[in-house]
């Protein structure tokens, strides 16, 4: 395989807090590789945003990175300056949010905010932008672009302003984009239309994508590889096709089980018994373990370091070698 | 917007009636306006005769209408202190009020606006909390003791600065301005200082409040994410965001710094209209206080009809159709 | 403790303070010595000024104890101080100390009444306007948007001169104390009334009020006992911030004479007395009920801010 394009390695992000500090991720590490589309999936508070917030270098304040190191291109970028941050920002990793509602200033034309955007990072002149802004609105899908250039925010509707957002995202042809639940406050109908764009546009592009969501249905269609955090730690990560058909963290296997099936009709739906441990009452060893059927007492001892078993790889002691120590990392 | 503009007259034109109709109950049921202008060995017959001449036997809404006719003439009828014709008095005076103000909100915006800025922007810097203690203290040292404190400082001990009046005039026309004076710029300077130094610390933690509110919203983290510079996030895009709301509430408070200019008029003795309504109070000079009355709620009518007019400049969501349930 | 449920009005205010002093607020009052010292200063005062009579050195009011041969005494660490006069005399040879401990009780009388003649009448309105709603809601809220478009002081100042118009002179002296009252209080409603109007609607639509209604309850007690204590919180910020105000409006009045006679001297009464003095060199006589009045009100106001932040924290 290629070298990744994103290289996270035992990230851990701190929120100092009056009631001490809580740890929101702790340890996370993985691989995108270029064009590839990372699905990052877990529970609210499982650490999914502040790991795209970490990698973008927009942790909201209190929150900082406490340890580990960001590769982006073999360059390292957790330690840039806000000013050579800024520059990877927009220009190499790319950025939709959740709600494209609020994401857009009310104040300005769409047409401004992309060419602001173009003009930050390329040598272009008004005119020039202008014109790229009207081709990336018209990638998007935004119907007879050029007329649209010059309208505000609020005459689009919800979807029509996700389009905007990924286009604002995507004008400057970043290599990675971090896209932080970008459908879910969208309409059910338009949900997969937008799923479908983000894929298509990378795939032209040859953009990679960090899709974090907590829906795994959205992973299953969408991603190539899965990642699975739990409590702000990874639980697992693999292709897709394993994860999904083949879980080796039984955390994993409860989520899948709770995907809603159309062929068959289970009675009721899975759940798993319990709910995540909030981050201020971290249960020692393996996160999982007060809710796990297949705990046994080292899970609530030992913190289980991360397991490869090709394809994919799981931080649970069930997947421990035959006499491997707790300390041994199974490196990649 | 045409139909909103429209609107909007309408509700000052009723807002204006009625504050009319308080002017012209003032003016006609406190104190018998006959006894003001005779004499006190004037007979019966004569008082009632002067009554009917000065049509006050006149059902209500006939002297209503009167007043308001004259008021939109600007005829306030005579002052009962100065023996002159009221808008006589007001016109001296207005120049003097309106150049305090206009200095004093000048000063309060240049000031107050980037104070805020910087205060939202560097929240933990020491000069930030330096801004916002002397803020508290702004807030909460009444305008008159601001005066004091000055005149204490500047003129009594330091004597740098005159304590009183507006020093020399230049006349244009019926217009007389201190601008142009070297004298009248130094007499200027406390009086604005005093009046505006409140609405400083006002705008500057408007600024401050509305600003940290924008920088929190989503599309300033997408615009940081779009890796635009610092300056073009915080003064292209929150700026102007801020802003909206900062200028309706600037415009009002320009109504109540000539409002204010009441009690910095008292300290300085700066002979503006403030000045003659305090002591139209003093004296019971009814028609003195309905014209003054009527005149800042004219101005007040006006400024709130530019902030609004200001409000759709800024503002496209009100411009173009949709969007509409903006209570206004 | 706190799980006992009360039905009586005292028996929820009770909870309602349990609950208040073992939550966030404390801890952000224990954490804020600012607010401690504020509050601190705040007590001092008022209970200075309210036992005026009891601790000042002299009744300022009383002729016999006042000696026109000590007019003019400055502060007792200056050169021809007197250690009977703490803080020097005025022009009448009243002892500083003992005037400002009784103007700032007349301040605070006034202020306190002032605040609470605007809340009841704005919280009467506010629950009126939300809960009738219709017209009686249009007209309150139009009459409320005309009215702070123009500043209080000034509605103040027009109050007063009506009064003087109408009122006979001597009439008019008597009264003088409450004519200042409701020159203050009657522009303030405005803001209580809008509060809580807000949650009267909020919570009229509420499953437990409606319950109530259908369960026949009169609207005014549901209005009383289950819409206002959930409007406490905010009318309780305005309550402190508006006394701030008061006390300033209050002496800015009596500064510019249209406020209490001299033989009741508030704060502001003092000040504009010894502003006559200020040329000649006896600035004591304005500046320390100046800086008593500054103290009053900004410790009052650094409560105001400190309840208002605690009370909503996403202010912060």
Not at chain 2, 232 to 256: C, D, E, M, R
Request: aromatic share 8%; with cysteine; hydrophobic share 50%.
């Amino acid at each position: 395989m290629s070298d990744p394009l994103l290289s996270v390695r035992d990230l851990r992000v701190d929120f100092p807090t009056r009631r001490g500090v809580l740890t929101a991720v702790d340890g996370v590490s993985f691989d995108i590789h270029p064009g590839e589309i990372l699905g990052v999936v877990g529970e609210s508070g499982a650490g999914k945003s502040q790991t795209g917030a970490a990698v973008i270098g927009l942790l909201e304040p209190p929150g900082r990175i406490a340890a580990g190191d960001i590769h982006l291109e073999g360059q390292r970028i957790d330690r840039l300056s806000q000013e050579q941050l800024r520059k990877v920002r927009g220009r190499k990793i790319g950025a939709v949010f959740q709600d494209p509602l609020t994401s857009l200033n009310p104040l300005y034309t769409i047409g401004r905010q992309l060419t602001e955007t173009i003009r930050t990072h390329l040598p272009l002149s008004e005119a020039e932008a202008r014109d790229r802004a009207v081709q990336v609105l018209g990638e998007v899908g935004i119907p007879s672009p050029a007329d649209r250039l010059d309208a505000y925010p609020h005459q689009f509707s919800g979807g029509m302003r996700q389009r905007v957002v990924i286009a604002l995202a995507l004008c400057v042809n970043p290599r990675l984009i971090i896209a932080d639940e970008p459908t879910t406050a969208l309409d059910v109908s338009i949900q997969a239309q937008i799923t479908a764009l983000l894929k298509r546009l990378c795939r032209e592009h040859g953009t990679a994508v960090m899709l974090i969501t907590h829906d795994m249905g959205v992973i299953a269609e969408t991603a190539d590889r899965v990642a699975v955090l739990y409590g702000g730690r990874l639980a697992e990560v693999g292709p897709v096709d394993d994860v999904v058909n083949r879980p080796l963290h039984p955390y994993t296997e409860g989520l899948m089980a709770c995907i809603p099936t159309t062929h068959e009709r289970p009675p009721r739906l899975a759940q798993i018994e319990g709910s995540m441990p909030s981050l201020t009452a971290m249960p020692p060893g393996c996160a999982f373990h007060p809710r796990c059927p297949h705990a046994f007492d080292r899970c609530a001892a030992e913190r289980p370091p991360l397991f490869d078993h090709p394809p994919s790889a799981a931080a649970c002691w069930l997947w421990a070698p035959e006499g491997a120590r707790a300390t041994e990392r199974a490196a990649s | 917007m045409l139909a909103f503009i429209v609107r909007r007259l309408i509700q000052s034109v009723l807002v204006m009636l009625a504050v009319a109709l308080v002017g012209f109950a003032l003016f006609t049921y406190v104190g018998d306006p006959i006894n003001n202008m005779v004499g006190q060995d004037t007979s019966i017959e004569d008082r009632e005769r002067l009554r009917e001449d000065l049509g006050l036997n006149d059902p209500f809404p006939v002297q209503f209408f009167r007043f308001v006719v004259n008021a939109a003439q600007a005829d306030f009828g005579i002052s009962y202190r100065h023996g002159r014709p009221v808008e006589d008095l007001l016109v001296e005076r207005a120049p003097a009020t309106l150049e305090l103000s206009f200095a004093a909100g000048l000063f309060a915006l240049f000031v107050g606006v980037p104070m805020g800025i910087y205060t939202a922007l560097n929240r933990r810097s020491w000069l930030s909390k330096v801004f916002l203690t002397v803020s508290l203290i702004g807030v909460s040292l009444p305008t008159f003791l601001i005066g004091i404190l000055l005149i204490l400082v500047f003129s009594v001990w330091l004597g740098w600065l005159p304590s009183f009046g507006r020093g020399e005039t230049v006349q244009f026309g019926w217009w007389s301005t201190g601008f142009l004076t070297w004298d009248g710029l130094t007499a200027l300077i406390m009086p604005a200082i005093t009046l505006g130094l409140f609405q400083m610390t006002l705008i500057m933690r408007l600024v401050r409040a509305e600003m940290l509110e924008v920088l929190r919203t989503d599309y300033i983290k997408f615009a940081r994410a779009r890796g635009l510079s610092a300056r073009a996030v915080n003064f292209g895009h929150a700026l102007k965001n801020t802003l909206v709301p900062v200028i309706t509430i600037t415009g009002l408070q320009l109504g109540s710094v000539i409002a204010f200019a009441i009690i910095t008029e008292t300290v300085f003795q700066w002979p503006g209209m403030g000045l003659l309504f305090i002591q139209a109070i003093e004296f019971v000079d009814i028609p003195v206080m309905a014209a003054y009355l009527v005149l800042v709620a004219f101005l007040f009518v006006l400024i709130n009809l530019i902030v609004d007019l200001l409000y759709f400049a800024v503002d496209p969501r009100l411009r173009v159709g949709g969007g509409g349930g903006q209570g206004l | 403790m706190s799980a006992r449920a009360s039905t009586t009005w005292s028996g929820r205010l009770g909870d309602a303070l349990w609950r208040a002093w073992d939550s966030d607020l404390t801890y952000s009052f224990l954490r804020s010595p600012v607010t401690i010292v504020a509050a601190v200063v705040a007590l001092g005062l008022i209970v200075a000024s309210v036992a005026a009579p009891l601790i000042a050195p002299t009744d300022p009011f009383a002729l016999a104890t006042v000696d026109l041969m000590a007019a003019f005494t400055p502060p007792v660490w200056m050169e021809g101080g007197d250690p009977q006069f703490l803080l020097g005399t005025d022009d009448q040879g009243r002892d500083m100390l003992s005037a400002i401990l009784y103007g700032m009780r007349i301040s605070l009388f006034v202020g306190a009444a002032s605040v609470v003649f605007a809340m009841t009448l704005g919280v009467g309105l506010g629950l009126l306007a939300g809960y009738a709603g219709g017209w009686i809601d249009a007209l309150l809220m139009r009459v409320a948007d005309v009215q702070i478009s123009f500043p209080a002081i000034l509605i103040a100042l027009l109050i007063d001169g009506v009064a003087r118009g109408i009122l006979p002179r001597e009439v008019h002296h008597e009264m003088a104390l409450w004519v200042i009252i409701f020159a203050i209080g009657a522009p303030g409603w405005v803001q209580y009334a809008r509060t809580v109007r807000g949650s009267t609607m909020v919570e009229k639509n509420r499953e437990y009020v409606m319950a109530a209604h259908i369960m026949g309850v009169h609207p005014v007690v549901i209005a009383l006992r289950h819409v206002l204590p959930n409007a406490m919180g905010p009318v309780l910020v305005i309550a402190t911030i508006h006394l701030a105000i008061a006390v300033i409006t209050e002496a800015t009045l009596s500064f510019l004479g249209v406020g209490l006679p001299p033989t009741e001297p508030s704060l502001g009464t003092l000040i504009r007395i010894g502003n006559d003095f200020l040329f000649s060199g006896e600035w004591w006589i304005t500046i320390f009920p100046g800086v008593a009045l500054v103290l009053l009100v900004l410790s009052v106001n650094l409560l105001g801010d400190w309840l208002r932040d605690a009370l909503n924290p996403k202010l912060r």
